[in-house]
């Protein structure tokens, strides 16, 4: 959200000051200022809430053990077989860190 938020306020101050000072100017710098605070505070609230999911699912899930014998199923050729214990919750927290760290580099 914040890139390039920054851009139409520049090309509405470069207008000159015959635009920003007048009471339309004036207006619409407040409006801006008011929606730039809005997505500010979604910004922060939206990661304080994801960090917080974040926290609870890698402790539990991480704990768990990654594989798992599946019980024995005397109709089936393939007794006892081992099977990939990896939660989907996990992978889609391991995406996210993942395209976190290519928007930080």
Not at 30 to 57: C, G, N, P, Q
Not at 64 to 87: I, Q, S
């Amino acid at each position: 959200l914040t890139q390039g938020r920054g851009e139409p306020m520049a090309k509405f101050i470069s207008m000159g000051k015959a635009v920003t000072e007048s009471e339309e100017g004036k207006e619409a710098i407040r409006a801006y200022k008011a929606i730039v605070a809005s997505m500010e505070d979604f910004e922060d609230k939206t990661y304080a809430e994801w960090s917080e999911e974040l926290e609870h699912t890698s402790k539990d899930k991480l704990n768990e053990k990654l594989l798992r014998r599946e019980e024995a199923d005397p109709t089936k050729a393939g007794e006892g077989m081992l099977r990939v214990n990896f939660d989907p919750a996990l992978v889609c927290l391991l995406r996210e860190v993942k395209y976190f760290k290519l928007l930080n580099d």
